[in-house]
């Protein structure tokens, strides 16, 4: 506060100079007066500790002259409330084009992505920045693990714009390109597994790819329950991979202890009956870079994927359906496969086709709603929780499960899953750790409630 109401020109710093300070309490900008902030000197030029907050209101402009790495340290609280007409502006002392010529050097220079370090949110900090602008950074944005962080606005200009393995919310940013950030897109770069960018400004969702070339048709003889399983995202058999004459190993690492649960409680109930497993044969590519921007319209081959499974899937149930009619076919996936599932019953199989499907199995469903009431819900995750392909597509562009197969579907999804229930604190570990003995309850369910 002792610092408003300053002006002045023609100096070497037009600027109030912050070096190696700190926020000492809750503090507001913008100051009045034409010296805006500078965070000058390096490292750690401004700090705000654990229980302090620093409100950032429209208008807002500061400005970093180091391009060490982390100029604004944030272990407490930084928000931003920026508008349109007026957004809250954290760019390079060389940025003649807001607040002046804070360097004093007329038009002899110009800024240039790492100029300055950018804000660092630190172990246990948070930051909500609306209508905020980064621009000409080393990192515009780097986010310790388990952080809470949204951004909305722009991150332009930078060597990289968010770099997070946990969950960030960055989306509605402009990137500076309509194609989203690189490597996906030509925009500004990200970098780590959490960061939430689509949809971003310009984001269109991309179109359904074409169908493949149905499957081979199954010339097994006919059972009383064909048990399909769906592996995630960059299980084996992957590319070139032959598939296995086992073919629980062509399931993934997951969905098999469904199976083999499912196999146990079928055979105690239905004594007699026989039961078969097939691995569904598609490519289940690996995510291109980061979790939380797969779905966007710079990622066809990995839409074609999960697109290829939900074709295969839908299918695979015709033709079954129609050369074993007595046959009941169940349906497991993981992740990716998963999707691909939910896609296939949803979008692209009828009531009868329906009709023959006799269990629904869904571990880590990118496409869980938390509306959706026809599928009993299991794991540590809220109820009502939506998926990041739900989260991206939104509620009109989804579907959640057929009541048709309400009473015999069932999803697992823990709390902090990136691809089931993202949010904040989520990331990449929690989607990765399902076990066998959390997943077997739910082929013991699936096949109790057999239909």
Not at 77 to 93: K, R
Not at 288 to 308: H, K, L, Q
Request: glycine fraction near 14%.
């Amino acid at each position: 506060g002792a610092l408003t109401g300053n002006s002045g020109s023609g100096n070497g710093l037009n600027g109030v100079q912050l070096g190696a300070d700190t926020v000492t309490v809750s503090s507001a900008l913008p100051w009045t007066g034409n010296l805006v902030p500078v965070l000058y000197g390096g490292c750690g030029a401004l700090t705000i500790p654990t229980g302090v907050k620093l409100s950032l209101g429209a208008g807002t402009i500061i400005k970093g002259e180091s391009d060490c790495g982390d100029e604004l340290n944030v272990r407490g609280t930084l928000e931003a409330t920026g508008t349109t007409e007026h957004p809250v502006t954290l760019t390079s002392w060389r940025d003649d084009s807001v607040g002046g010529d804070t360097n004093g050097d007329g038009k002899a220079t110009s800024p240039a992505a790492g100029d300055w370090g950018g804000v660092h949110i630190e172990e246990g900090g948070s930051a909500t920045l609306l209508g905020t602008t980064v621009e000409y950074s080393s990192t515009a944005l780097s986010v310790a693990d388990g952080d809470e962080v949204t951004i909305h606005g722009a991150i332009l200009h930078s060597t990289v714009g968010v770099s997070a393995n946990t969950w960030v919310d960055a989306t509605e940013v402009d990137w500076g390109s309509t194609s989203g950030p690189a490597p996906g897109g030509t925009g500004t770069p990200i970098q780590g597994e959490g960061v939430m960018v689509a949809p971003w400004v310009g984001w269109k969702a991309p179109p359904r790819p074409a169908a493949p070339p149905a499957p081979a048709p199954q010339t097994e003889p006919c059972d009383n329950v064909l048990f399909v399983g769906v592996r995630g995202s960059s299980e084996s058999p992957q590319g070139s991979e032959p598939y296995s004459s086992t073919e629980t190993a062509n399931m993934g690492s997951r969905v098999p202890g469904a199976f083999f649960a499912y196999r146990e409680e079928f055979e105690k109930l239905h004594p007699g009956e026989t039961i078969r497993a097939f691995g569904l044969r598609y490519p289940a590519l690996p995510v291109p870079f980061s979790w939380a921007a797969v779905f966007g319209d710079a990622f066809n081959e990995y839409e074609e994927s999960y697109w290829d499974g939900a074709s295969d899937i839908a299918e695979g149930v015709r033709e079954e359906s129609e050369r074993c009619p007595s046959e009941k076919i169940v349906l497991a996936g993981y992740s990716q496969g998963a999707l691909s599932i939910h896609l296939a019953v949803t979008e692209l199989m009828s009531s009868e086709e329906l009709s023959h499907v006799g269990g629904v199995i869904l571990i880590a469903d990118p496409e869980n709603r938390g509306d959706d009431k026809n599928i009993e819900k299991y794991g540590s995750a809220s109820t009502t929780a939506d998926g990041l392909f739900t989260k991206v597509f939104g509620h009109s562009l989804t579907s959640p499960i057929p009541s048709a197969l309400k009473g015999r579907a069932i999803e697992i999804c823990h709390n902090h899953d990136i691809v089931c229930a993202p949010g904040i604190g989520a990331w990449t570990t929690d989607h990765e750790n399902y076990t066998w003995s959390e997943i077997e309850p739910l082929g013991f369910w699936a096949a109790e409630h057999l239909n």
